[in-house]
């Protein structure tokens, strides 16, 4: 069993940057592709970023590229998502996730689930 546990949500002006944390405890992250997946007030959850067990192969939506990085640190059991240049349409509850290969976790099919950490970005 994994929990995961997300944290540094806030609210920021657009513009700003944070970086999100999830903490894993449990079975070892090293075992999963993690990734983020954000959801918006009246909307579907979304697949944002994802990144292979051993960090080298990452991936992200197009709406984020270029301006959010996925990283991770087996060794402290964690994963991270920096982003910069946030815009009011980044405004969502960020949920952290694993699975057992990075093509499942983009397609949603993820074995571990955090319970979200709130970003509100103002404008």
């Known amino acids: 069993q994994v929990q995961l546990v997300e944290s540094g949500g806030g609210l920021v002006r657009a513009g700003a940057s944070l970086t999100l944390s999830c903490a894993a405890s449990g079975r070892m992250l090293a075992e999963y592709s993690m990734g983020w997946f954000r959801q918006a007030p009246g909307k579907e959850r979304e697949f944002v970023a994802v990144?292979?067990?051993?960090?080298?192969?990452?991936s992200y939506t197009a709406a984020v590229q270029g301006r959010f990085y996925i990283s991770r640190d087996n060794a402290k059991n964690a994963v991270y998502l920096e982003m910069n240049a946030l815009k009011p349409e980044d405004t969502a509850v960020y949920y952290c996730?694993?699975?057992?290969?990075?093509?499942?976790?983009?397609?949603?099919?993820?074995?571990?689930w955090g319970q979200g950490t709130q970003v509100t970005v103002s404008s």
């Open positions: 990144v292979s067990w051993g960090g080298g192969t990452t």
């Open positions: 996730a694993a699975a057992i290969s990075s093509a499942r976790l983009t397609r949603g099919q993820c074995d571990y």
